[in-house]
């Protein structure tokens, strides 16, 4: 039927719509079962392997106000990606409605979790309703998903809400397409489902004097107003919550924790109570009440102040919406914000139990809200920013993930494959049938910890998704412990393996999740990080990349400076701003012209000797063509990080988080940082070249320039130098046309909000096409899918030209463009 042509009048028909997308466990069904009806349309809709398939009959108008209504309305965690429509001849149930699925192979996505739904939110805010108060009230729309599900296909046995049996009430809604809980795996109420609990940790008896308490979970808010810190069992994980206008609170919280200076999230109530603190714009208020309901970094210039404790030394502030019933009922009488941070010490991975949890948290807080549904997967808040008006994944985990991302055109066929990801920030990544499954964010896998959470979600994943790669994929660094379990598991299990450059997995992340098609043009990525292992044994982190899938060749770097102390000079600045100064102008002109800075008296009394030998003989001071190192040298030299980083990236995120917006949009361009353009000795390679830059810098400290306005200054030095570099690569002069005219930007120092907005305006103002980073994290979070997207790449070239290379070769070749 051809819902174009003018329909005849009267016209009667049936059809049947094929319905692709994010269609299944999410009420897609009673969705259409409910249009049907309204529209007087007799037929069926089911689940099959390809999604959801529609039969109706009826008068043609029927059907094609049906139709535009399906797609007008979609349940709210459903997506259409794709409807054919063809004539129906066989028989049509009279009365519409939903048949048993079919298809041996048929399998129901995992889903994920989703922040409660607005008719929830009223349900359990309303004394009338029978959920009044229930902490664990969910619906088709709404609720846990990925968290409690322990295997496949995704119904109430398979999840860990399996324990609990439906009372009748559960179950009659459960069974009536009619309802809003048709189907919903995870639907409990007070009379059969999991009961939250407040207790001690000491195991005493929980006693109030306050007699106003409604329940367990209200207490929890009278505990947290008298400046109580308390353990909450949340939807991925425990978390610590304490009431986020207390200096004293949230400063013992950080002590206790042992975490030194990383910003902590918080939850309000309601956008009245984050507006007081936060500049709230239209697309961070459509993200925050999204049903993915993230952590969201908002400007933190709001009429009233937190205490600097919350995020110390930055002018943001990470905020989410109550996530769940439970803590919509926790903060229902909170009209401050709270801390809501994960429940672990430092930079362990979320704890998930409550025995650990005792053992863990009790010396931190002495209460816990706790209950008895299990957490089955692991899995932290989201973190989202704005910035160039989208939204951008700084860390990708509950809401997000398992969701796929469909891989570009070209990549239908590519077979199932797994990459391991990198070793900070990690994610794995599956393909398979044309999607790129990316992992939620796992950490960092140094932890132990962290990294057996890592093999169980590798488990857990290939079980879900009824994975069985025929290759591996993984980053060419051999003391990642992602590369040494992928070259374990390919030697056992005798799979192919591909081993990838880090920075080229960079540009290919950001190519992919930009529909970027597999056979186009290459581009330029320019990808600026912390550290990745370079062809030629050096490392990488301020990288011109001429790249597609298939392969890159490097047109263009940052300098290479020493890193004196190896992975101390990651950890400490000031190492970073000594190796730079020493490089760039040498310790005579430094003391010749700078003797009266302060800085030269600080970097006078560290070890100066062992650190001119290390660079001097190479001896544990690596050569690192590194962006990220470039941002600590500079926060050390202004005095914001210079002895140890709290957390990875604090020097960066300092040097950000003081720029002087006036300085940056309105003082004149010539005062930016200069930094040239020559090429390095020896590979004739284009760097940029920081001399002129350090000389302004410290020029500047003689005069008592305010820093904020130095780092304006150096943003926007560094991108015009970036962009500068683009201009020369581009080669737009040339008779036979220019290299590239599209540009990829990744890597995490692309996280920074400043220099992500200067590089992308100044690029965009030379007419290069930008590609950037949305639904994956620019940083290390994000590489898994690039690896993905390259390996398939390979494997497919393998297929298609069996001669010209074999996909299990362990290495990449540079010059395959
Ligand atoms: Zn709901
Ligand atoms: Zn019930």
Redesign the pocket.
Same mark, same amino acid.
């Given at each position: 039927m051809n819902l174009h042509r003018p329909i005849a009048e009267g016209e009667v028909t049936a059809v049947e719509i094929r319905v692709r997308g994010r269609v299944q466990g999410v009420g897609f069904r009673p969705t259409v079962w409910r249009l049907a009806r309204e529209h007087g349309l007799s037929g069926e809709v089911l689940n099959d392997a390809d999604g959801v398939l529609v039969r109706v009959g009826g008068s043609a108008q029927a059907i094609a106000d049906f139709v535009a209504r399906m797609h007008r309305e979609p349940p709210p965690l459903g997506r259409i990606d794709q409807v054919e429509i063809r004539d129906f001849a066989g028989e049509l149930a009279t009365e519409f409605r939903i048949a048993e699925s079919v298809g041996g192979t048929t399998h129901t996505q995992v889903t994920p979790d989703a922040g409660v739904c607005p008719e929830c939110a009223r349900e359990v805010l309303d004394p009338f309703e029978r959920r009044f108060r229930y902490p664990f009230t969910n619906c088709t729309h709404c609720g846990p998903r990925f968290s409690i599900v322990t295997g496949v296909p995704y119904d109430r046995e398979q999840t860990t809400m399996a324990t609990f049996a439906? !009372?009748p009430? !559960?179950e009659r809604e459960y069974r009536d397409p009619a309802d809003r809980r048709f189907h919903a795996e995870a639907i409990? !109420?007070h009379? !059969?489902?999991p009961k939250a609990r407040l207790v001690r940790f000491d195991r005493a008896a929980v006693s109030f004097d306050q007699h106003s308490m409604l329940d367990d979970v209200d207490a929890v808010c009278g505990l947290l107003q008298k400046g109580e810190i308390v353990a909450i069992k949340g939807l991925g994980g425990f978390q610590l919550a304490c009431d986020a206008t207390r200096a004293d609170t949230v400063s013992r919280l950080r002590a206790l924790k042992h975490r030194d200076a990383k910003p902590f999230a918080l939850m309000a109530r309601d956008l009245d109570v984050i507006r007081r603190y936060a500049r709230v714009d239209g697309e961070a208020e459509r993200v925050l009440t999204s049903p993915e309901a993230p952590i969201v970094i908002h400007p933190a210039d709001g009429p009233e102040l937190l205490p600097e404790a919350i995020a110390p030394g930055l002018r943001t502030l990470g905020f989410m919406l109550p996530t769940t019933p439970l803590h919509l009922l926790v903060l229902r009488r909170m009209t401050r914000p709270v801390v809501m941070t994960s429940g672990n010490l430092c930079d362990e991975p979320q704890v998930i139990d409550e025995e650990t949890a005792r053992e863990r948290l009790s010396g931190i807080a002495p209460y816990a809200l706790i209950h008895d549904r299990a957490i089955a997967n692991r899995i932290d808040d989201s973190v989202v920013r704005i910035m160039a008006d989208r939204p951008r994944l700084i860390r990708r985990a509950r809401g997000y993930a398992p969701a796929p991302i469909k891989l570009p055109p070209g990549f239908e066929t590519a077979p199932e494959l797994l990459a391991m990801g990198g070793e900070l920030k990690a994610t794995f990544c599956l393909v398979k049938d044309g999607e790129a499954i990316l992992s939620q964010h796992q950490g960092d896998l140094e932890d132990v910890a962290t990294y057996d959470d890592y093999r169980k979600n590798l488990t857990l994943y290939a079980t879900l998704f009824d994975h069985t790669p025929v290759a591996l994929i993984a980053d060419r660094h051999p003391e990642y412990l992602s590369t040494k379990l992928a070259r374990e598991r390919a030697q056992a299990e005798g799979l192919a393996l591909i081993e990838l450059q880090h920075h080229h997995a960079h540009v290919a992340a950001c190519l992919a999740e930009n529909a970027y098609p597999l056979d186009a043009a290459p581009v330029l990525g320019i990808v600026l990080d912390g550290l990745g292992l370079g062809d030629d044994g050096t490392i990488w982190g301020g990288e011109f990349l001429l790249a597609d899938y298939r392969g890159y060749e490097r047109l263009g770097t940052f300098k290479p400076v020493a890193m004196p102390g190896g992975a101390a000079a990651v950890k400490e600045p000031w190492r970073n701003l000594y190796a730079h100064l020493m490089a760039e102008m040498g310790p005579a002109h430094f003391a010749m012209n700078f003797a009266e800075l302060e800085l030269f008296a600080y970097l006078e009394a560290k070890p100066r000797a062992t650190l001119d030998a290390m660079i001097k003989n190479g001896v544990n001071a690596p050569l690192a063509s590194s962006c990220g190192r470039l941002f600590d040298a500079v926060a050390a030299a202004l005095g914001l990080c210079r002895e140890r980083q709290a957390y990875e990236g604090e020097a960066g995120a300092k040097l950000e988080g003081i720029v002087d917006d006036d300085a940056l949009h309105n003082e004149d361009e010539a005062l930016a940082y200069p930094l040239s353009i020559p090429n390095l000795r020896g590979s004739g390679l284009p760097y940029i070249e920081p001399l002129a830059m350090w000389n302004a810098i410290l020029g500047d400290l003689i005069l008592n320039t305010p820093a904020p306005v130095m780092a304006a200054r150096f943003h926007k030095g560094l991108a015009k130098a970036i962009a500068a570099m683009a201009r020369k690569l581009a080669r737009r002069d040339r008779a036979d046309g220019a290299r590239f005219d599209r540009i990829a930007l990744s890597g995490g120092c692309f996280q920074n909000l400043v220099l992500f907005e200067e590089v992308t305006r100044r690029l965009e103002a030379e007419d290069f096409t930008v590609l950037s980073h949305s639904q994956v994290p620019a940083n290390d979070g994000g590489l898994a899918l690039g690896q993905a997207a390259i390996g398939a790449a390979h494997v497919l070239n393998a297929k298609n030209k069996p001669r010209e290379g074999n996909a299990s070769c362990a290495s990449e070749s540079q010059a395959a463009l």
């Open positions: 439906m !009372c009430d !559960c409990a !109420c009379a !059969c489902g």
